[in-house]
């Protein structure tokens, strides 16, 4: 007779898993009803702003790195790159914290990798310009976020890349919500039903940029699934069952 064992947190990579254990007993992912920009209603909510201690802020770079190693790994076609970017504001952090990380895995690799983000506000005074930290001129600039909801934010960055004379090579969110960006009306309350890509996938088919993330909607679901947490998880599918992105 066939097993009907349940998949475990084993069955992905232990970053992941430590990334999750950790997000759930921190309340950094927390679970209940959250009204989301697109007018979704949303049983999960993930709040990467809540990384703010030092123990939690190695958690999630340990996991960034891990991610980027791995995401490398696999795409030989990336060229290493020569900046890691982030976003401001919630990137800013990320990215710094991330780099020291990777630095300490393997520093051969990582030495004279620099970071970069942007002001909000360009400045008129002192060094001037809106960029802080390296030059993006002529580098290979890999972008850490903490999610993509709509895209808007992250079309402005990669954007802003380009115009310093950058080119980015890649694209890490810890979080993939996987799924389909909103329709027309879905601020009213009203799903149509039609298929649509993942931010991300739009990201990606629209400037043929490699996206990668620490964990995605199914990661977590893996990981409650371990947990025996079967209230969650019914939530969690009946969610990704109705918002399938078709990417």
Same mark, same amino acid.
């Given at each position: 007779?066939? &097993?009907? #064992? ?8 232990? =970053? ?8 759930? &007993? ?7 009803? @959250? /009204? ?10 993930? *709040?990467?702003? &809540? ?12 996991? @960034?790195?891990?991610?980027?190693? &791995? ?11 020569? %900046? ?18 990777? @630095? ?8 004279? +990798?620099? =970071?970069?983000? *942007? ?11 809106? %960029? ?10 890999? +972008? /850490?976020?903490?999610? /993509? ?6 079309? $402005?960055? /990669? ?12 694209? +890490? ?5 996987? $799924? ?5 009306? $879905? !601020?009213?309350? +009203? ?8 931010? %991300?996938? !739009? %990201? ?9 993330? #620490? ?23 009946? @969610?990704?069952?109705? =918002?399938?992105?078709?990417?």
């Amino acid at each position: 007779m066939a &097993s009907s #064992i349940e998949p475990t947190s084993f069955s992905i990579p232990a =970053y992941k898993t430590a990334f999750l254990q950790s997000c759930l &007993s921190a309340n950094v992912l927390t679970f209940g009803a @959250y /009204i989301l920009k697109s007018g979704r209603q949303s049983p999960y909510f993930f *709040n990467a702003g &809540s990384f703010h201690t030092s123990s939690l802020l190695s958690v999630i770079s340990t996991a @960034y790195a891990h991610a980027i190693i &791995s995401f490398l790994a696999s795409h030989s076609s990336i060229p290493k790159p020569d %900046i890691l970017f982030g976003p401001a504001y919630k990137g800013i952090p990320l990215t710094c914290s991330t780099l020291l990380e990777l @630095y300490r895995l393997d520093p051969q690799t990582w030495s004279s +990798v620099s =970071y970069s983000f *942007n002001r909000k506000e360009v400045k008129d005074h002192g060094e001037g310009g809106g %960029i802080v930290g390296a030059s993006l001129k002529g580098k290979n600039v890999l +972008v /850490i976020d903490d999610v /993509i909801t709509a895209g808007t934010a992250m079309r $402005e960055t /990669i954007k802003l890349v380009a115009k310093e004379g950058g080119r980015v090579v890649g694209l +890490v969110v810890a979080l993939d919500r996987v $799924e389909k960006m909103p329709g027309p009306r $879905e !601020q009213e309350g +009203v799903d149509d039903g039609e298929p649509r890509m993942s931010a %991300i996938g !739009q %990201i990606k088919q629209e400037f043929g940029i490699q996206t990668t993330s #620490i964990v995605t909607l199914d990661d977590l679901i893996t990981v409650l699934r371990g947990k025996g947490d079967g209230v969650d998880i019914e939530k969690l599918e009946e @969610y990704r069952r109705r =918002y399938p992105a078709s990417d």
